[in-house]
């Protein structure tokens, strides 16, 4: 006990000797790091002190008199006249030149030039308060301090927004409507806007976003016909309708963990109920946990339905005739049932006491106008009530970049909706771009007339700011790359464009990160990103030009049914189709979705049909028979008997051998019959009679003599047949019939 104490006692006392040593080291090494920290410091002062001494540091003034001076001297040089000079002029130059040489930054020469317009005072101040500022600043160059200076404005900036938020002020609010194919969505709103886009759009079916602003006096025209509804107590300025081809407004648009949209309008048929796009919209609504409300349009599609547009629609229900009335119920129950399935109470608007809790429902119907005023009336009181907050005014800026369009006369513009802040003519933008950010100047801000949608081509007015929730489409030099999609930010000043830049790369970083790469696959090039799962959301690239079909030929080496290019609302070029037809590219070009999708899917199934077709005489399928002895009714040439399928699937075709007779080759299986029918295949535990007719060139087998009744015949397969299986007819395969594969395998030794 005594030798353990004293052993405890010592390793005690050799952990605190060591303790104390590192303690010293650590002072020791802070002492050294501050002398280096001093002399860095002294000797930048002594560097400052020089460079005034020897008059290079300038003012701004002073500088652009020198610049001036040189050129002047420059020009008479050329001119041939002898200018008597100093000898330090030329020599200054290339210091100057130096000097720029030693700012090693991402910005291009012309921001540099741009971000050197600050006063060279400034800059002094700058240095010796960043000499005198914390340890962990010093050791970084001037380009680093400024970034985190701009960095840290940036942040202050968007603190100081986010606290003055003004609660009595509200902006409009964006408001999204989502739904099924073929449910009403588009019109809805032409009811609303008293316009008619879905007629010019393909197949009346909505292929791209749209953004409307609502004032607000079609707010207060519309909701004119509701009961209790005060248009005194309107707080907000408008509505911002965004109308989606389904769902890409909430997958692609994640402006820093939020989405878009503040508030949603569900379209549901009632005479269909919840259908496939109803519920992904439904799942990312909640995913989101964005307040949504229930619109049951095609209410006059109900037998016997009387329309009564200027009236509120709790009065036009109960005009309507008993089995309506009815039919109403009943409808809307069931779908009440299909909300509760998905894990959400459902009631009508007039019931509903709870709307936290409880999603109202609008009967509506586009076609008549019915509860079209009660529907708005509904989210101009939701909006105001439970969304004050989230609506209240506030100057950080919150876009989102929605398409990318060409417009003859303008260039390449983009379409963005303007959530918070403002935007104005001449700010320093930075949008996502398909090679990295794309910095540029807004040149125009051009807005629809109330009411008109931005994708319809229409007179747009020219303003020099715009306020928020707007649809706006932005004029500017070199947008042709922007990817849609991610937010847009703009730069108050020079030094914040490097921050702004890698805050969107990481974005896109971030977002492209959700997309995974196949080794086969088809072709798809999109301008916009977004939850590839639509195949191609909303649309492609304008055209396709020889690189892109180049670039899908290269499938052909590797599996040539993706050697495929899906073109959606796409020009394919002439040349273009011609080249792809020579190299055996395909090329699918649809206006609608839907279609190409159908296309697709057909050539998929012909492609694997005519390969089924030309591999079946080349894939054995794995089967297992044991002999029923008492059933044996020719023994040879054709060898005709009863057996019952042991595992596997027996085809017509089949080659057969017997593994404990060295393999011995018995014929090929030419028909099978089951209770006298004949059956092209026979499965697992069948009892069936088959007729195996010799190989050509082999001599006949014979029952009794080459094989016995307790032998097991199995299928004859090899490398080039499990190939086949797997390639062709994997979905006719089981998990057991891969099982007996391996097992065959070993026993005919296949690598």
């Known amino acids: 006990m005594k030798e353990e104490e004293e052993s405890v006692k010592r390793e005690e006392e050799e952990r605190i000797r060591k303790m104390e040593e590192m303690e010293t080291q650590r002072l020791e090494q802070e002492r050294v790091d501050q002398e280096k920290r001093e002399k860095r410091k002294q000797k930048e002062k002594e560097r400052k002190e020089r460079l005034k001494k020897e008059g290079k540091l300038l003012t701004k003034s002073q500088k652009e008199a020198r610049a001036r001076a040189e050129t002047t001297l420059r020009m008479l040089q050329a001119q041939g006249v002898e200018v008597p000079c100093k000898d330090s002029m030329p020599k200054k130059k290339p210091v100057y030149g130096d ?8 910005q291009t020469d012309e921001e540099k030039e741009k971000g050197g317009g600050k006063d060279s005072e400034e800059e002094e101040e700058e240095e010796e308060d960043s000499s005198d500022s914390s340890e962990e600043e010093d050791g970084r160059t001037k380009e680093e301090l400024l970034y985190d200076r701009a960095k840290k404005r940036i942040e202050k900036r968007r603190a100081e927004n986010m606290r003055n938020v003004d609660l009595e002020r509200l902006r409009s609010p964006v408001v999204c409507v989502l739904g099924h194919v073929d449910t009403g969505k588009t019109k809805i709103l032409d009811k609303l806007r008293h316009t008619n886009v879905q007629d010019g759009e393909a197949g009346g079916i909505t292929q791209q976003i749209g953004a409307t602003n609502v004032p607000l006096e079609t707010i207060v025209e519309q909701t004119r016909m509701v009961k209790n509804f005060d248009k005194d107590t309107i707080k907000i300025p408008g509505m911002l309708i965004i109308d989606t081809p389904g769902h890409e407004s909430f997958s692609n648009l994640r402006n820093r963990g939020s989405s878009l949209c503040d508030i949603a309008i569900l379209v549901v048929d009632i005479m269909h109920g919840l259908e496939p796009q109803t519920l992904e919209s439904i799942n990312l609504l909640k995913e989101k946990k964005c307040p949504f409300i229930v619109a049951l349009n095609k209410v006059d599609r109900l037998y016997d339905w009387k329309k009564s547009p200027e009236t509120d629609v709790v009065a036009t229900l109960k005009k309507q005739k008993k089995n309506t009335k009815d039919e109403f119920d009943e409808r809307t129950k069931s779908i009440v049932l299909e909300f509760a399935e998905q894990g959400l109470n459902a009631a009508l608007f007039h019931e509903n006491k709870d709307p936290r809790t409880f999603v109202s429902m609008v009967p509506t119907s586009a076609h008549s106008g019915d509860g079209m005023g009660n529907l708005i009336g509904l989210l101009v009181e939701l909006t105001q009530t439970m969304l004050a907050r989230r609506l209240a005014h506030c100057d950080e800026l919150r876009a989102q970049v929605m398409e990318v369009k060409a417009l003859p006369g303008m260039g390449t513009t983009i379409d963005v909706i303007l959530i918070n802040g403002t935007l104005r003519e001449g700010e320093t933008i930075i949008v996502p771009g398909v090679d990295g950010p794309i910095i540029t100047q807004i040149r125009g801000l051009l807005l629809p007339p109330p009411l008109k949608e931005l994708r319809v081509k229409n007179q747009y007015e020219k303003h020099k700011e715009v306020n928020t929730a707007q649809g706006v489409k932005i004029l500017g030099k070199d947008l042709e790359k ?162 019952v399928v042991e595992a596997g699937v027996l085809h017509q075709g089949t080659p057969l051998c017997v593994p404990s007779k060295a393999f011995v080759d018995i014929g090929i299986v030419t028909s099978i019959e089951m209770n006298h029918k004949t059956v092209e295949s026979a499965k697992k535990g069948q009892e069936i009679c088959v007729k195996i007719e010799p190989i050509p060139g082999d001599s006949p087998k014979m029952f009794g003599r080459h094989f016995e009744a307790t032998d097991f015949l199995v299928s004859k397969i090899n490398r080039a047949s499990i190939d086949a299986l797997k390639s062709w007819f994997r979905d006719e395969m089981q998990k057991s019939d891969w099982q007996l594969i391996m097992e065959l395998k070993n026993t005919f030794e296949i690598i």
């Open 99 to 106: 000097k720029r040489k030693k700012k090693p930054t991402a």
């Open 482 to 643: 922007t990817l849609a999609g991610l937010p847009l930010l703009v730069a108050h000043s020079e030094d914040e464009i490097p921050v702004l830049r890698d805050e969107l790369v990481r974005e896109l970083k971030q977002t492209l990160s959700s997309f995974k790469l196949e080794e086969k696959g088809v072709y798809v090039q999109a301008s916009t990103l977004g939850s590839l799962e639509a195949l191609l959301e909303k649309h492609t690239k304008m055209f396709f030009v020889s690189k892109d079909v180049m670039k899908a030929s290269a499938m052909l080496e590797h599996d040539p049914q993706y050697a495929v290019i899906l073109a959606f609302d796409v020009k394919v070029e002439r040349d273009s189709q011609e080249m792809a037809d020579s190299l055996g590219v395909r090329v699918f070009a649809a206006e609608i979705i839907y279609h190409l999708f159908d296309s697709f899917t057909k050539y998929r199934e012909d492609y694997k049909k005519a390969k089924q077709d030309e591999f079946k005489n080349i894939a054995v399928f794995p089967v297992k028979l044991r002999i029923l002895p008492a059933f044996i009714f020719n023994s040879r040439d054709p060898i005709v008997m009863g057996v």
